[in-house]
C-alpha cells in the first residue's frame, strides 16, 4: 500500500541547489511519485553556528517502501551524493529526514517518525508549511500551520532567489 510522505532536504556544501535538484531527483527514481516540492528557503545553521548557510526544501512522496525501507534508500541516496558523517549537526553536503509518514507514528532504534526536532525547526517547518499547511502532526495533533505559529525557533528562514 503506499504512502506519502514528506521529506526534508537540507545542504550548505558544494553546489547547494544542484544537490538539492539531484536529491529530488534521485528520490523520484529510486522511492516513488513526488507530488509536491517546496520552494527552496535559506537559513543559518541550527545546533551549531560556524558553518555555512542551508538551503533547505520539502517534498511530498508517495511511497510503497515501508518506513525503514525508505530509510535505507534515503542513506543510500545520501552516500551517492557524497554525505560523510563525521560530527552531528556538522556541515554536509545533503541531508534527507523523513518527516512525516501518513499519520504514522514509529518509533525504531534507527528511525523516529514524525521526526522529533520537527516542531522546534523553522527551517523544516515553512516549506513543509508551504507545501502541506493542513496536515496534522500525528504526536502533536497540531497542523504545520498551528506548529509553525507556536515552534520557540528563532532563526530567520527566507526564501532563496534561485539561479534558474
Known amino acids: 500500500m503506499k504512502q506519502e510522505a514528506y521529506l526534508l532536504l537540507g545542504t550548505n556544501l558544494g553546489n547547494r541547489q544542484a544537490l538539492l535538484d539531484l536529491a529530488v531527483h534521485s528520490l523520484a527514481e529510486e522511492a516513488g511519485e513526488i507530488s509536491a516540492i517546496s520552494s527552496i528557503y535559506e ?30 534508500i534515503i542513506n543510500e541516496i545520501e552516500r551517492k551524493l557524497g554525505r560523510e558523517r563525521h560530527q552531528k549537526w556538522g556541515p554536509r553536503l545533503i541531508d534527507i529526514d523523513i ?29 513543509l508549511q508551504e507545501i502541506a499547511p493542513g496536515v496534522i502532526h500525528p504526536a502533536h495533533q497540531k497542523t504545520i500551520t498551528e506548529l509553525l505559529a507556536c515552534t520557540p525557533d528563532p532563526l530567520g528562514v527566507r526564501r532563496f532567489r534561485t539561479g534558474k
Do not use: C, E
Not at 553556528?49 to 535505507?72: A, G, I, M, R
Not at 518527516?99 to 516549506?127: E, T
Open 43 to 72: 537559513s543559518m545553521a541550527w545546533g551549531k553556528h560556524d558553518q555555512p548557510d542551508y538551503l533547505n526544501q520539502v517534498v511530498k512522496l508517495t511511497t510503497p517502501l515501508t518506513p525503514l525501507q525508505l530509510l535505507k
Open 99 to 127: 518527516l512525516l509518514y501518513g499519520n504514522r507514528v514509529v518509533d525504531h532504534p534507527q528511525l523516529q517518525i514524525p521526526h522529533p526536532h520537527l516542531p522546534n525547526r523553522r527551517f523544516a517547518l515553512v516549506p
